[in-house]
């Protein structure tokens, strides 16, 4: 079945530095959703993208859908204390409307 | 928009008792999703609907969790008897299909379920 791969599972970082995660499937995708899930709280949508090559920007969060449609990038500058959660990339199961999650990046920071 | 509200955020109860979790989905939106949680297997969709209608249930682990939406604004998911190992977080999620919203899912803040 179509499969996320996360990576790197977990980082802790200090406040301040730059943060680049991504996911890769071996399966091509046509949208890539990117959410943060604080803690005690459901995932929340940061960046949707929907064509290959995309570069969306949401404040200081950067994400881009990988030409080969196999891969996206979230990119986060100047990292705060408030980073911190876990984020899920997510694609859309075949044509139809499940999503497939990966295992999440969870980002810890220190102030 | 209020969101998805889902209750209770937090469940305690003993193996053997049925519990019944409640979901009222974004006003409009046609699909309802019911996720499980754990840190052993993350995010689990169980079962999702349509308009009010199962459209795949295959996520459902046992004939001991059932799920039912009598209404547009309205969804359950029920676990009888419970079992230690169904302790996890459940999550609500809803979507309105549209060009603009395609396959955007809004999750709810979920049910914290821990079975002694």
């Known amino acids: 079945g179509q499969q996320l791969n996360q990576s790197p599972q977990s980082m802790f970082i200090q406040e301040g530095e730059d943060v680049s995660m991504n996911c890769t499937s071996s399966s091509i995708f046509n949208t890539w959703l990117w959410y943060k899930q604080d803690p005690g709280e459901g995932p929340v949508l940061l960046i949707a993208l929907y064509k290959a090559g995309e570069l969306t920007s949401n404040g200081r969060l950067t994400a881009q859908f990988g030409i080969t449609r196999k891969d996206s990038f979230l990119n986060i500058s100047a990292s705060i204390p408030s980073d911190v959660g876990i984020y899920f990339c997510a694609g859309p199961l075949n044509a139809g409307n499940m999503l497939t999650f990966g295992g999440g990046t969870r980002l810890m920071v220190k102030p | 928009d209020a969101g998805v509200i889902q209750s209770p955020r937090h469940e305690v109860t003993e193996m053997g008792q049925e519990v019944t979790l409640r979901c009222k989905p974004i006003?409009?939106?046609?699909?309802l999703f019911w996720y499980r949680q754990t840190m052993m297997r993350g995010l689990e969709l169980l079962i999702y609907?349509?308009?009010?209608?199962?459209?795949?249930d295959s996520g459902m682990p046992e004939d001991r969790f059932s799920a039912k939406m009598p209404n547009a604004s309205f969804s359950t998911l029920k676990i009888q008897p419970s079992e230690p190992r169904d302790s996890a977080v459940y999550f609500c999620a809803s979507q309105k299909w549209g060009s603009l919203a395609k396959n955007i899912q809004y999750f709810g803040a979920g049910t914290r379920l821990s079975v002694l």
């Open positions: 006003s409009g939106h046609d699909y």
């Open positions: 609907f349509n308009n009010n209608v199962p459209i795949d």
